[in-house]
């Protein structure tokens, strides 16, 4: 009975290890050729030929070792693993007392979805159960051909930040200085969340990225040519942010707790607790980050006379947010699951400023001098409610998912902005005050449809329709000279805009002399409606659209494996861009957006190869973007001394790069990884007279170094050189960092401490230069980059409990001597 109880609690230790694989979360990863089936046996003691019960059973995959699954026999040996993701595995068997027993390769793929080992046999051999150990490590990237996965618990150089840390250390992505996120060099990223898109609006990828704790965070998976399955938005990709939420029984508690440099805090409590077939998780999370910022710009004007603006800006910004999490996972049987999911955020951005200005004429004689002093906060709500459910037949891997999401979102700034003469003389030029709000819902309902046949290959179809509805107005208030404050009519709009968009979907996969194909197809119907004061009628477009994708690949050996992909996407103007109201904060710099935008499309091919063994992980990927309607960010001059900044569909894009990373193992205490993306973006500008034109080779690179200290601390040093780019207009210089984290735990993994310093040596700047017909612009940005984090982290739960239990109460050892 003791070694009955002890095979049970090593298998339930080892479902963190299973339940943080990235393969191993069904319905939240993301991959063109995602397939399931089941691995089926029956354990056998090879003497007396009896059933062996509570036997482990554990799958890994071929390709990384990474454990997928395990399950344990039941009374008549017999076991079964369900929902196991199509590729190429080892099991691993054993149970106390017996001899480890390994059975590879194990295949589960769309002509042998439910493979059956039948009866395996295991030899008695002696065992001391003093010396027992299961032990599974993840490496902290995992190459695949559909996509690549970073395992954030791995980034030590990220504990304690936020979203935006952990991509900063994500190979062939860049971060710019507002958070803002590129994928090879293209911002057009599809970010996700569990597999959906954010329902906030009215905010940035950076905000967006900003609020999420690297604590809260399982893996990151950036898939760089979905399948039509999908979603098509995002030329250059999808993001996917994997939310940790844990599935072994009983209960289990994280809370981590970080301290930096320059009032910067932030903490996290993730809780879980599993029984029969309810799970209960819910989370919560706060940060209050203080950082200061600083820049500087010249602008040179030609026409129609020569002018030279400069301008120095110091910046304060206090950030404090908060979210929450919550929800319930309930399988009345074996084959429905039920949930129900609720989450919000509350957000707090507030921000004082000093610009100070400087106007020279052609003989560089100063024109005028005024300084912009500004005070602005800027308050959010958001909220999102979710309904799934799930059915399964005895058929593995037929399936059928319904998901309803319901989201509500509240965002209000207010800024007022004196203008002074004489750099601060205290002469008032004016004063104004801007309130800016926005009201926004999100409603969505998916369903999806799988059934493989062994001999006909897997089929899947669905169909999403999704409604989106933001309305925003802005108030601009001028103070009079009697100090009363007067609506400003001519500053003053209200811009409404709805979104429906209907789409269906169809996949086929099947396997052919060795190869493995996906053919899909989605077609999609949008319609957008704008409504704004500066429109005499409202502003109406629809349209229809056809997505294809084709994945082909085929596995040379274990180790070896090719792929080929091709898929449409597209970049569908959202209402910021769309938004024509005109921002007068920098009076001498305007921007807008532009109403007649339309989506630009791009067709993508991609040929990747992967190479995996023991010790050693390869990935290489050679792909090829052309980019219809590509949306610029276009300059003009409004005057001699103004410019305006709008969105177009300025150009026509080419893009061809080389994406390589690497894993190596050197010793058990030491790990490198790295990656290297190398790409040519041409650009064609439709109007001459813009200067829209650019033909730009860059790369950037990122390593990263693993090493197992004395006593047991570990230590990660990471380094990122993004080298010069150029875009429609606009040069970006080289940008280079260096960070740095040491982890060590205590008291049996229970507790762990780190030490995290971002931007080692403070190098972390944005230098541009901007260029258009009678103009040149070049500006200087350097944010309070380098930080010093402390951290703890106290985790908790029944199956940790236990084993202190276990160890606190075995008997001391004998000398037998």
Request: aromatic share 10%; glycine share 8%; charged share 20%.
């Amino acid at each position: 009975m003791t070694a009955r109880l002890l095979s049970v609690f090593l298998f339930l230790s080892s479902i963190p290890l299973f339940a943080q694989s990235p393969q191993g979360r069904q319905g939240q990863g993301l991959g063109p050729g995602a397939g399931a089936g089941s691995l089926s046996g029956q354990l056998m003691d090879e003497e007396s030929r009896h059933p062996i019960e509570y036997g482990n059973v554990v799958l890994f995959r071929v390709k990384d070792s990474v454990m997928v699954t395990g399950t344990i026999s039941g009374r008549d040996g017999k076991f079964r693993m369900d929902k196991v993701p199509f590729g190429r595995y080892f099991c691993k068997i054993s149970f106390i007392g017996y001899e480890t027993r390994i059975v590879s390769p194990v295949l589960v793929n769309p002509k042998s979805p439910d493979p059956d080992l039948g009866i395996l046999y295991l030899n008695l051999t002696p065992v001391n159960l003093k010396e027992v150990l299961v032990t599974g490590e993840k490496e902290m990237i995992i190459n695949n051909l559909d996509k690549k996965v970073i395992n954030v618990d791995k980034s030590i150089a990220a504990t304690g930040g936020s979203a935006v840390d952990v991509m900063q250390n994500i190979p062939s992505v860049t971060v710019d200085s507002d958070g803002g996120v590129k994928l090879r060099g293209n911002k057009n990223v599809t970010v996700l969340i569990d597999g959906k898109p954010s329902a906030m609006e009215g905010v940035s990828t950076g905000e967006i990225l900003a609020q999420i704790p690297a604590s809260s965070m399982e893996s990151v998976e950036l898939v760089t040519n979905p399948s039509a399955k999908y979603d098509p938005e995002g030329t250059a990709g999808i993001i996917n942010i994997v939310l940790k939420k844990k599935q072994e029984s009983g209960y289990n508690t994280v809370v981590t707790l970080n301290a930096g440099n320059g009032d910067r805090y932030n903490g996290s409590l993730n809780l879980n607790y599993r029984t029969g077939g309810w799970n209960f998780y819910g989370s919560l999370d706060g940060r209050w980050n203080r950082f200061n910022a600083e820049g500087n710009s010249n602008r040179l004007t030609t026409l129609p006379d020569t002018s030279r603006l400069t301008q120095d800006s110091r910046n304060t910004n206090q950030m404090t947010m908060n979210g929450f999490r919550t929800g319930i996972d309930y399988a009345p049987d074996e084959w429905n699951t039920f949930s129900i999911g609720f989450r919000g955020r509350n957000m707090g951005f507030d921000n004082s400023g000093d610009v100070n200005n400087s106007l020279f004429d052609g003989n560089q004689s100063l024109v005028r001098s005024f300084n912009r002093e500004s005070d602005a906060e800027r308050n959010g709500r958001h909220i999102e409610y979710s309904l799934e459910h799930k059915r399964t037949w005895e058929t593995k891997g037929r399936e059928w998912t319904t998901d309803l999401e319901f989201g509500t979102q509240k965002m209000k700034r207010t800024e007022t902005a004196s203008t002074l003469n004489s750099a601060g003389s205290g002469n008032y030029l004016s004063k104004q005050k801007n309130e800016g709000t926005i009201n926004g819902l999100t409603l969505s309902l998916e369903s999806n449809y799988a059934h493989p046949t062994p001999e006909w290959g897997r089929f899947e179809a669905g169909f999403k329709s999704r409604l989106r509805q933001n309305d925003s107005e802005g108030l601009y208030d001028t103070l009079g000279a009697n100090g009363m404050w007067y609506p400003n009519s001519f500053l003053t709009d209200k811009f409404d805009y709805t979104e429906q968009v209907h789409a269906g979907y169809g996949t086929y996969s099947n396997s052919l002399e060795g190869f493995n194909y996906q053919l899909a197809l989605r077609g999609e119907y949008v319609r957008t409606v704008l409504s704004s004061r500066q429109f005499t009628s409202d502003f109406i477009t629809d349209y229809t659209s056809l997505y294809p994708s084709i994945h082909i690949s085929r596995e040379l050996s274990e180790a070896h494996e090719l792929m080929v992909s091709y898929s449409r996407r597209v970049d569908r103007p959202n209402n910021r861009q769309l938004n024509p109201f005109v921002d007068y904060s920098d009076s001498l710099n305007l921007r807008s957006g532009n109403p007649k935008l339309l989506p630009q499309y791009t067709n993508s091919m991609e040929f990747g190869y992967n190479f995996n063994q023991k010790m050693t992980s390869l990935s290489a990927s050679l792909f090829y973007r052309q980019t219809e309607d590509l949306i610029s960010e276009i300059t003009r001059q409004e005057n001699a001394r103004v410019t305006r900044t709008t969105l177009e569909n300025a150009a026509t894009g080419t893009s061809v790069g080389v994406d390589l990373s690497a894993n190596q193992t050197i010793t058990q205490g030491f790990r490198l990884n790295g990656g290297i993306s190398w790409f040519r973006n041409v650009i064609k500008g439709k109007l001459d007279s813009d200067n829209a034109d650019a033909d730009n080779v860059s790369w950037n690179a990122k390593g990263s170094a693993m090493v197992t200290l004395p006593l047991e601390i570990q230590l990660q040093v990471m380094g990122n050189y993004n080298a010069p780019m150029v875009m429609p207009q606009r040069k970006i210089k080289e940008q280079y960092s260096v960070d740095l984290g040491l982890k060590r735990d205590f008291l049996d993994g229970m507790l762990t401490a780190n030490l995290r310093v971002q931007d080692v040596f403070d190098s972390r700047e944005f230098d541009s230069e901007t260029t258009g017909t009678g103009f040149t612009l070049t500006s200087y940005n350097k944010p309070d980059s380098r930080t010093i984090f402390l951290g703890i982290t106290w985790r908790i739960s029944t199956l940790m409990m236990n084993e202190r239990e276990r160890q606190k109460n075995r008997e001391p050892e004998t000398d037998d001597f």
